[in-house]
């Protein structure tokens, strides 16, 4: 992906993202106006428990009263390394908890938005606190089969999830090498 150059100037600073702006030689000597997002990075998680079950989450924020399916994860915070917000943001969203964290992926996948999307599995979680939720979220914490998971994904149903996860999920959906070799990174 295009890093934001270091000439660019911040023309807005929001809560979520930032705007940057700079101009661009074209190919003909002229000069255009080029912009980018930046935003915090964020953690994903497909979270099993000793059952074999997959976490989802139902959530409800204030910006949008229809509730939606979604992996555990959030946002990074400043300072904070990728693996520790996850951690963090599993035992605040669900009070669960796990001892085996594998990086599955980072997906970058805008090259207009500055943004790293951290993927992990954690494997056997454990419930041992209660959630601790923001002002703002109101979670739901279900526990679904791998092949319920992949239902929800490839149905539109789960909305928040990365591209690659998706695409991951409609293969094994449909190839059973795939589903396999799927469940295995999930499960270990």
């Known amino acids: 992906?295009?890093?934001?150059?270091?000439?660019?100037?911040?023309?807005?600073?929001?809560?979520?993202f930032d705007v940057y702006q700079w101009e661009q030689e074209m190919y003909d000597g002229t000069t255009e106006?080029?912009?980018?997002?930046?935003?915090?990075?964020?953690?994903?998680?497909?979270?099993t428990t000793p059952e074999g079950k997959i976490l989802v989450q139902r959530q409800e924020q204030p910006?949008?009263?229809?509730?939606?399916?979604?992996?555990?994860?959030?946002?990074?915070?400043?300072?904070?390394?990728?693996?520790?917000?996850?951690?963090r943001e599993m035992l605040e969203e669900t009070g669960f908890s796990s001892n085996q964290w594998?990086?599955?992926?980072?997906?970058?996948?805008s090259n207009k938005?500055?943004?790293k999307n951290f993927i992990y599995t954690a494997q056997n979680c454990h419930k041992i606190s209660e959630q601790h939720l923001d002002a703002?979220?109101?979670?739901?914490?279900?526990?679904?089969t791998f092949d319920e998971f992949i239902d929800l994904v490839e149905s539109h149903q789960l909305k928040r999830i990365c591209e690659s996860l998706r695409q991951r999920c409609i293969r094994a959906?449909?190839?059973?090498?795939?589903?396999?070799?799927?469940?295995k990174l999930i499960y270990g």
Request: net charge negative; charged share 30%; glycine share 6%.
């Open 63 to 87: 910006d949008n009263k229809a509730s939606f399916l979604s992996l555990v994860g959030g946002r990074i915070e400043q300072g904070e390394e990728p693996l520790e917000a996850a951690k």
């Open 113 to 115: 938005v500055d943004w």
């Open 1 to 16: 992906m295009v890093e934001i150059p270091a000439q660019a100037k911040c023309v807005f600073k929001g809560v979520i």
């Open 33 to 47: 106006i080029f912009e980018k997002l930046r935003r915090a990075s964020t953690v994903e998680i497909i979270a």
């Open 136 to 144: 703002g979220e109101r979670i739901e914490v279900r526990e679904v």
């Open 102 to 109: 594998n990086h599955l992926e980072t997906y970058d996948g």
């Open 173 to 183: 959906k449909y190839h059973q090498p795939s589903h396999e070799a799927f469940y």
